[in-house]
């Protein structure tokens, strides 16, 4: 498995500069293209399973944190809070804060539960120099993150079915995890008091049917959880995403609902994350995939290569016509040296004299198998529908 750092500075997906700092990685646009494609695709994936979608600033004042508990147990990693106009404003560290303050923004119903709220958004970690790397490990994190707000006996199946959430973009991103692992409570002062029991049964229960690991002292400090591991081409570990169950923060911020009844009531969080972070994710990606990524995921996904100048016209025709398909003259070097060029690209299509005169393309696939040669627009539509996001 190669290096995703090598590659994707070879690849020109991503960079580094010394006056932006360490661990802030600047997206160049192919990388870019490859961010956003994923970002939609767990937005459409969101969508389509009942989440609604948010958007929360990456500032906080200080009692915010205190009031959720991660200044007294998670300040080692946060950075250190800024004076401004009388306030203490940090950076924050995780999202879930600002959807407990949406989520009590208003009166809520038990009729609108499980309320599933999603958001990819900026958080900002305080991590050591030495443990910093590429994509993997980063300090500005744009976090696949959501909440889902539901009553206790709703609480099983949508953890289960966040997990299900998970494989199934596994499968259309083609990642396989290292190994599931149920992340428990250690010793110390680490976590807060709560029903440590109640929530790891549950996630006990929704990994019923799969291998799993349980290892002490890595919960959340509000809560246990699943942690879907994946590993690097060096074989090194880290955790990609995450279900975790919790009763600590609805009762911080008051959270209730209305129930059935007509008394108020207090919610469960269910925190999930299909693809954890962006960058981990597309770090994940490029070594997983060499760079030859899905079709739709592909920076570039047709590459037209007119053998002569004389076919650079009709190669300019068929690039307008393209639409949503991400296309690309090469004209330039010999025909073979283009032709290796682009060998991560889904999709090439040489361009001689038979395909102008015919008005056809004839398309290469990645593998080396050949396409049989057929109209511009049909071939176009062809890819087209190949290429779609899953």
Not at 87 to 93: A, D, F, G, K, T
Not at 282 to 296: D, K, S, T, Y
Not at 307 to 324: F, H, M, N, Q, T
Request: glycine share 10%.
């Amino acid at each position: 498995m190669p290096d995703h750092r090598k590659l994707g500075r070879e690849l020109g997906l991503f960079g580094t500069d010394p006056l932006i700092g360490a661990g802030l990685p600047y997206w160049l646009p192919d990388g870019a293209i490859v961010r956003h494609s994923l970002e939609e695709y767990v937005r459409n994936l969101e969508r389509r399973a009942g989440y609604q979608h948010v958007h929360s600033p990456v500032l906080g004042k200080r009692e915010l944190y205190e009031i959720s508990g991660h200044w007294s147990h998670y300040r080692d990693e946060m950075y250190p809070p800024m004076d401004v106009g009388g306030e203490q404003l940090v950076l924050r560290p995780s999202l879930c804060p600002h959807h407990a303050l949406i989520y009590r923004s208003r009166g809520r119903s038990y009729r609108e539960l499980p309320l599933r709220m999603a958001e990819i958004g900026g958080m900002y970690r305080s991590e050591l120099s030495g443990v910093l790397g590429g994509l993997s490990r980063v300090r500005a994190i744009q976090l696949n993150d959501a909440h889902v707000f539901c009553t206790l006996d709703q609480v099983e199946a949508e953890a289960a079915a966040a997990l299900a959430l998970i494989r199934r973009a596994y499968d259309a991103l083609g990642i396989s995890p290292a190994r599931y692992r149920l992340s428990l409570p250690g010793p110390g002062g680490k976590y807060v008091p709560g029903n440590w029991a109640g929530a790891v049964e549950i996630l006990r229960s929704v990994l019923d049917d799969l291998p799993y690991d349980a290892a002490e002292g890595e919960a959340a400090f509000y809560g246990p959880k699943i942690d879907v591991q994946i590993a690097d081409g060096a074989g090194r570990e880290s955790t990609l995403s995450t279900v975790q169950v919790d009763f600590h923060q609805p009762a911080r911020f008051g959270l209730e609902y209305v129930g059935a009844d007509g008394a108020k009531h207090r919610p469960v969080m269910v925190h999930r994350s299909i693809i954890g972070s962006v960058e981990r994710a597309v770090a994940q990606l490029i070594e997983v995939h060499g760079g030859a990524f899905p079709a739709w995921l592909a920076p570039v996904q047709l590459r037209l290569l007119p053998v002569s100048a004389v076919e650079v016209p009709y190669a300019r025709e068929v690039l307008e016509r393209c639409g949503d398909v991400r296309a690309e003259i090469a004209s330039e070097g010999s025909l073979g040296a283009r032709i290796r060029d682009g060998r991560l690209v889904p999709y090439q299509a040489v361009i001689g004299p038979a395909e102008v005169a015919a008005g056809q393309l004839s398309v290469r696939l990645r593998d080396g198998r050949r396409l049989d040669a057929a109209g511009a627009e049909e071939m176009l539509a062809r890819i087209g529908a190949e290429v779609r996001r899953p």
